[in-house]
């Protein structure tokens, strides 16, 4: 089944702020062929993200950043989370521009080069937000202290973490967002391939 297996009968913006909630009112294909009753759903608008995990081969170290999150708040969990650098795509904005805005704005990197991951939803059943996600070669060897953009209010630690301590760290549960485990879990998976490729 494909887009034109759904039909939108109504769409309103129900809340509009720092992001947007839109409320539809849709039918969709079943499998049998037919059609099924109306369904109503909210839908979170936040617009599409870019992430990275910062790599340096010759350290042969990832660079992780830590943050407040209002998320992990509500959830009742800490809210500092250890994450890779990630940030909204702006219109006009390609996702490889906005890790590498994102890696000197929230990390003091530079990103010499670029190797896709994947490409992502990362909770359809509320939000049409998607994440394209990249691994980044950065040099690492003064990678660390305190960053991000004062008028955004951002307190951004950053860390150096040798790979051979990444699946320790996975395993620890220290790891609670979803792009940062996709991305470390690649790296654990192609490592020495990146390592081949960025030699």
Aim: glycine share 8%.
């Amino acid at each position: 089944m494909d887009r034109e297996d759904v039909e939108i009968k109504h769409r309103e913006v129900v809340y509009e702020g720092y992001f947007r909630m839109d409320r539809y009112r849709l039918r969709h294909r079943l499998y049998d062929g037919s059609w099924s009753g109306e369904v109503t759903r909210e839908l979170f608008e936040r617009g599409h993200a870019a992430a990275l995990l910062p790599y340096d081969p010759v350290l042969d170290a990832v660079v992780l950043i830590e943050q407040f999150r209002i998320g992990a708040y509500a959830a009742g969990w800490k809210p500092w989370l250890i994450e890779i650098v990630a940030g909204i795509i702006e219109p006009g904005e390609k996702a490889e521009d906005v890790v590498r805005r994102e890696a000197t704005e929230e990390a003091g990197l530079t990103v010499s080069e670029l190797l896709p991951i994947a490409e992502y939803l990362p909770s359809p059943g509320g939000t049409s937000e998607t994440t394209a996600l990249f691994c980044g070669r950065v040099d690492a060897a003064r990678a660390g202290g305190i960053h991000g953009l004062a008028d955004e209010n951002e307190d951004i630690e950053v860390s150096v973490h040798e790979s051979r301590d990444i699946m320790a760290l996975i395993s620890s549960g220290r790891i609670r967002n979803a792009v940062s485990l996709i991305a470390l879990q690649w790296f654990v998976l192609n490592r020495q391939t990146l390592r081949q490729r960025w030699r």
